[in-house]
């Protein structure tokens, strides 16, 4: 690819591409520079040195992932929904392996951009528990219990941590419907706000997309 071509996003996705074939370890100017064929000198002009491409990596992977999750969710609401963005979660995570554990380094707290891109797939999960009656700061606990869950999983599983025979989805199956029984019976939440139900047109209520 010409010099010329180059931009802040081109190479940020190039790099996610490299770490996601070679692992975020392999992620350095140099490498990304030899594979658009060009000096690392060239890449300053588009990114902060290592720190920064880092960085556009990490917030390349958080908008992707919040965006799979949020496409995950559209329509449906409750049950259905925590299904769909537990599988959403996933599959991103074994998709895009580099990609993954980049966006895992929470952004500095003075870096305004950052902090609201990485918001973006706490905001679909809050918005999926709502679905469930759960908000304020219950909905804080219980998306932090889910993506620790989530994220625990994946990564043992990413690290080869599941040695034994037992079908590991069925695993992953049955961790997500513990989470839909908790959901349900949650501290300050009632029957009635469970988002399962279906509301007098036959349409899922509660928070979904």
């Not at 790099?15 to 692992?23: H, K, N, T, V, W």
């Not at 304020?136 to 994946?154: C, K, N, P, Y």
Request: hydrophobic content about 40%.
């Amino acid at each position: 690819m010409p010099r010329a071509g180059l931009s802040p996003r081109l190479v940020a996705e190039e790099a996610a591409r490299l770490i996601d074939e070679q692992g975020l370890d392999a992620l350095s100017l140099a490498a990304v520079a030899k594979r658009f064929g060009v000096a690392v000198p060239s890449l300053y002009k588009h990114v902060d040195g290592l720190t920064g491409l880092r960085r556009e990596v990490g917030l390349l992977g958080a908008a992707e992932l919040g965006e799979r999750l949020r496409a995950s969710a559209t329509g449906l609401a409750g049950v259905d929904a925590l299904r769909a963005v537990a599988a959403a979660y996933r599959r991103y995570a074994h998709t895009h392996p580099g990609r993954y554990a980049a966006l895992q380094r929470a952004p500095g707290g003075d870096d305004r951009e950052a902090r609201r891109v990485y918001a973006i797939p706490v905001e679909v999960l809050t918005a999926v528990l709502s679905g469930f009656g759960i908000d304020g700061d219950q909905a804080v606990h219980a998306v932090r219990a889910l993506r620790s869950a989530l994220h625990g999983f994946v990564d043992l599983e990413a690290q080869g941590g599941f040695g034994l025979p037992e079908d590991v989805d069925e695993s992953y199956g049955l961790l997500v419907e513990g989470f839909v029984r908790a959901f349900r019976s949650w501290p300050g939440t009632g029957p009635a706000r469970i988002g399962d139900e279906k509301g007098a047109e036959g349409e899922p209520t509660g928070g979904g997309y």
